[in-house]
């Protein structure tokens, strides 16, 4: 597709099961990162890939939560054990160029989470 | 620590008048600044930017105003149009970092009054 591709776009979860959350970047598209938005506040960085190379990860707020980008290209966000405070909105992004600034990132429509 | 921060929750304008949203920053090593826009749920879509070089962006009825002296910065549209109904979020990157490591503010809901 044109834009970024994220699913499920909607996932209840009962507390202490895990989810992957997957996310399909813009085609060659090199950057790739995953946000985390809760109600009510903007999205907060989570992680940032160049290719397949992990960069950043000082986002993450636990153990619980990873992230990988084996092939460079598909993205997948896994949270552990979930708890009610991981409910939010993951939001997933990709941009052509790495690191240089004037760069547009674009975003998918974000996975909705909900523990119970 | 709040590093952007928009402190008008919402704004209200009339069709057809100007309306400013207003950004505020703390980091002194952000360089770069953005503008998204968001709709019920869809994610940020990229509206404008500018470059700590530049005090100005203009691109269509969106203007960006950087005052880095105050750390603010704002967004005019003109006119306004019930379509720029939306969230709108206020973003920094620093430098050597480019845009991959962006942080938002709270935003700032629209409703343009027709």
């Known amino acids: 597709g044109a834009g970024v591709s994220q699913s499920p776009r909607y996932k209840v979860a009962k507390r202490g099961q895990d989810v992957a959350l997957r996310c399909d970047p813009i085609s060659g598209h090199v950057s790739l990162f995953w946000y985390q938005q809760a109600l009510g506040q903007g999205p907060e960085f989570l992680t940032y890939?160049?290719?397949?190379?992990?960069?950043?990860k000082s986002g993450l707020p636990s153990d619980r939560f990873f992230a990988e980008r084996p092939e460079g290209s598909v993205s997948t966000l896994k949270i552990q054990r979930t708890q009610q405070e991981d409910s939010a909105v993951y939001l997933c992004a990709s941009s052509p160029l790495t690191g240089s600034s004037g760069n547009t990132i674009y975003f998918g429509e974000g996975s909705w989470l909900t523990v119970v | 620590d709040q590093q952007v921060k928009q402190n008008s929750p919402s704004l209200s304008v009339q069709e057809g008048r100007i309306s400013i949203l207003n950004c505020d920053y703390t980091n002194s090593m952000f360089d770069y600044f953005l503008w998204y826009k968001k709709y019920p749920a869809e994610g940020p879509t990229f509206l404008i930017s500018?470059?700590?070089?530049?005090d100005k962006n203009e691109d269509g009825r969106f203007t960006v105003f950087l005052n880095k002296s105050a750390k603010h910065l704002s967004l005019h549209i003109v006119p306004s149009q019930p379509g720029d109904s939306a969230v709108y979020f206020c973003a920094a990157s620093p430098i050597n970092f480019g845009n991959e490591k962006l942080t938002f503010g709270t935003g700032t809901r629209l409703t343009i009054i027709p």
């Open positions: 890939f160049q290719n397949e190379a992990q960069l950043d």
């Open positions: 500018i470059s700590s070089i530049k």
